[in-house]
Structures are given as C-alpha cells and as structure tokens.
C-alpha cells in the first residue's frame, strides 16, 4: 500500500504531468512525421539519428540549442504574463527589435562607460525599449479604443522600420554599403558568453525571467489579482483592482522581457545592430507559450523543442535532401495535435 500511494503521488506532481503530457506530445508528433518521410521515400529512423547526433549528441550543437532557446523563452515570457488577465500579447517579434534598438543607443552613445555601468545599462534599456513598445497596446486596450491582438499584431511591422532607418542612416557603420549594419559594439557592453561557445549570459537572463514569472503568477498577490482579471474583469473591478492599471503593466513587463530578448541577440550574438536580427523569435515565443498553457516549466520544455526542430531543418537539409519547409510541416503538426488534444468548451464556435 506504501508503495502504492507513493506512485499515486509521483504521478499527481505537477512535474511529471507537464512531462507526461509534452513527452506524449512528441511521441505522436516523431510517428506522424515519420509516416510524412516514408511517404517522401526517406528513411525515418536515419532522419531521427542524424538529428540526434548533430544536435544533442554533438557539444556544438546542443549549444547552438541552447542558444535558439534563450529569446524563445523570454518572448514566451512576454505571452504568458498577460495572458493570465486574458491579454493577447502578438508583439514579441516588434517587442524584441525596440529592446535592441535601445540597447543599441545605450551601447553607441556611452561606449567609454565601464563595463559595471555599461553592461548593466543596456540590459535596462532592453527592458524598457519592448516594454515601452508593449505599453502603446496597453493604453489603448485600458481606454477601450484598440484590441491589443491588433495593435501589438501591427507593431510588430512598424519596429524593424525604425530599426532600418537607424542603420541605414545615422548609425550606419562607415564601409557597409552591401551590409548595412550599426558600428561594433564596445566590448563592454557585450554579454559575456561560456565554454568556447556562442551561449551568452542571455540564458541565464531568460531562466532567471522564467523564475520571476513563476514567483509573480504562484506565489505572490498581485498573481491573485491577475488571475481575477482574467477570471472577471468586470467582477475584478467592483471588488476595488485596478484593471485598467493591470493590464497596461501586465502587457508593459511583458513587452519589457520580450526586449531583453533582442538585447541578447545583438550583445551577445550578433555584436552590433542589424536589420534581420530576429527570424521570427517573437512569432515562435507566441506559439511555444500558446502550447505551453503560459505553464513555466512547459515553456521551457517547448523552447528547448522548438530549438531542435529548427535545428532538424538545417541537419535534414543537408543529410536527407529535404528542403528546409519540414520544419513548418512539423510545427503545424505539433499544433493540430494540440488542438486536438484539448477539449471543445461547450457554446465554441
């Protein structure tokens, strides 16, 4: 009987269902694929193992997961904060370039900073460049005057513009007529990075972000109060919380770890400020925190996921002959299995 309760238990934890449910996720989605290549007339079994050996299986390749995973998790982050007041956050994508482009200002009009002021100072500026960006959509949505699914939806065009012209223009680094680009950073303002490898201190930004959201939302009051919010809004306001408030801080910090994904990428990946900085990072982080359920620990489980599926396009391109569109096959997979796999509310349409 011990030993039965004990198992009922290790079941009941909330970390071994998030497991169970995603590891069941993917095993249907390796048997759906696998049927896709066979039909293709490729080996399954071969696509799988030369996927494994040159990303988890490979030290460089497993680091460039890692290093994939860093802005999905912190747009993930910039999703599933105000979606516990029902928010729709689309923005990460426009959210991620303003937190570059600021980080990018602080980091070219103060190069002769030290670095204990300078490091920190980009990060800051990051924050606040998504964050400003996101709280557009909030005032917007307070005032009754704008879905945010739109306006951030919308935003998202509008910021890698602003970004061009100050590459293309005032920042435009002497010599990149091919290549418009910023001037390199100082090297006190770069992240620094582990291992010989491209994995930079973002990461650990992006857990430590993943474990504030944790403590926000569980453990603290004003995770009650959005949690209301997202129940009631009208019922959360007779009660005295302050909704309007709510939701331009909710999407506001949202949009502020969106922005620290771009400042990682241009401090610690690409060195300077460019104009395709992000291939859609904030576009994935929607959906990795959509299949998540805005759960910590499935975001991280999802990020990590996504990161080996983009980086299963690059290897089965080369060893399989296939063109690098199997990725969006197998993300719209892993979509409709979810879908499937979630209950029908009665009165849905």
Not at 50 to 65: I, K
Not at 79 to 87: C, D, K, N, Y
């Amino acid at each position: 009987m011990p030993e039965a309760r004990t198992t009922a238990a290790f079941r009941k934890s909330p970390i071994v269902r998030v497991a169970l449910h995603d590891a069941g996720i993917c095993a249907v989605v390796l048997a759906a694929f696998a049927a896709i290549l066979l039909a293709a007339g490729k080996h399954p079994l071969k696509a799988y193992a030369d996927t494994f050996r040159y990303t988890l299986a490979n030290a460089y390749g497993f680091s460039e997961l890692i290093v994939r995973m860093t802005p999905l998790v912190l747009t993930a982050v910039s999703v599933a904060l105000p979606s516990r007041l029902g928010l729709i956050n689309v923005g990460g994508e426009g959210q991620l370039y303003m937190g570059a482009w600021m980080a990018s200002a602080g980091a070219l009009l103060a190069p002769d900073l030290p670095t204990w002021i300078l490091l920190p100072l980009v990060a800051v500026l990051g924050f606040m460049g998504g964050g400003v960006w996101a709280a557009i959509p909030g005032l917007l949505r307070a005032g009754k005057l704008v879905s945010e699914t739109i306006s951030t939806l919308l935003l998202n065009y509008v910021a890698p513009l602003i970004v061009s012209y100050f590459i293309f223009g005032p920042w435009r680094a002497p010599g990149s007529s091919a290549y418009p680009q910023s001037p390199v950073f100082p090297e006190a303002a770069l992240l620094p990075s582990f291992f010989n490898t491209r994995i930079h201190a973002g990461f650990i930004i992006s857990l430590a972000a993943l474990l504030v959201y944790w403590l926000i939302v569980e453990k603290t009051r004003w995770g009650i109060d959005m949690r209301a919010i997202g129940g009631n809004a009208e019922a959360a306001q007779r009660l005295g919380i302050p909704v309007a408030k709510w939701i331009v801080v909710a999407l506001a910090v949202g949009g502020g770890f969106a922005g620290l994904a771009g400042m990682g990428e241009v401090m610690g990946i690409h060195g300077r400020l460019r104009q395709g900085l992000s291939p859609g990072y904030g576009f994935t982080g929607f959906l990795v925190s959509w299949l998540a359920g805005g759960r910590p620990l499935g975001i991280l489980f999802m990020a990590f996921l996504f990161a080996i599926i983009t980086s299963t396009g690059d290897t089965l391109q080369i060893t399989q002959g296939l063109p690098y569109s199997v990725v969006h096959i197998l993300l719209a997979m892993i979509l409709f299995i979810v879908l499937a796999g979630r209950p029908v509310r009665a009165g849905a349409i």
